[in-house]
């Protein structure tokens, strides 16, 4: 079915925090939408570019010797190969945007490793 | 450079409808945006899916046989080979995605065909 989705509507629809949720898909990538809170762990993508659309709130996106501020309206892609931290001070809803293919803590498995469902 | 993008302040850079300016890209794909406003034409995309997620205004996508409103804060997406015509009434902003590959008027070519430029 072809339909609008609702990205407000689909956020009230979880509340954990890094636990992104599949709300479509295009060509061989997913959209993705996130509620992130606190410090993710370093990680980077060995294959994939990353869209980070920030919905509501301010992401801070720490690189190795610098950091993106990320605001309401405003995206960021990180580039495969560059290691990367999300930090939210306060929550952040963030659609994102990457390949099928893409883990969500990049070259890393542990106890923040998640599988995305559909919501 | 990575750098955050702001959607607004990118679209205050240009007022042609109809005319997708390449804000970022990722993997094979653009993230564009554009101005629409009035109709544009049939046409589909014969192997790319595309994403429209609405910045400001109200969309109506048609279908053969139905039409579909997209609001602010939400998108759509129509998968490849579907017959679609963007309406919009009043001005409507718009975020793209799609694959590098994807020509704005797909299987039609004649004077609504334009090349995308970056911003």
């Given at each position: 079915m072809i339909e609008p989705v609702d990205l407000l509507q689909k956020f009230s629809l979880f509340s954990e925090a890094w636990h992104p949720k599949i709300a479509g898909e295009l060509n061989d990538s997913y959209v993705k939408l996130a509620r992130l809170k606190g410090e993710f762990v370093w990680h980077h993508h060995e294959n994939e570019d990353e869209l980070f659309l920030v919905v509501k709130g301010t992401l801070t996106i720490k690189l190795r010797g610098r950091d993106l501020t990320i605001r309401e309206g405003q995206f960021v892609i990180i580039p495969k190969g560059v290691e990367h931290l999300p930090v939210a001070e306060e929550e952040v809803l963030v659609l994102l945007l990457e390949p099928?293919?893409?883990?969500?803590?990049g070259n890393v498995q542990n106890e923040r490793t998640v599988e995305a469902d559909w919501i």
């Open positions: 099928k293919s893409t883990l969500n803590t």
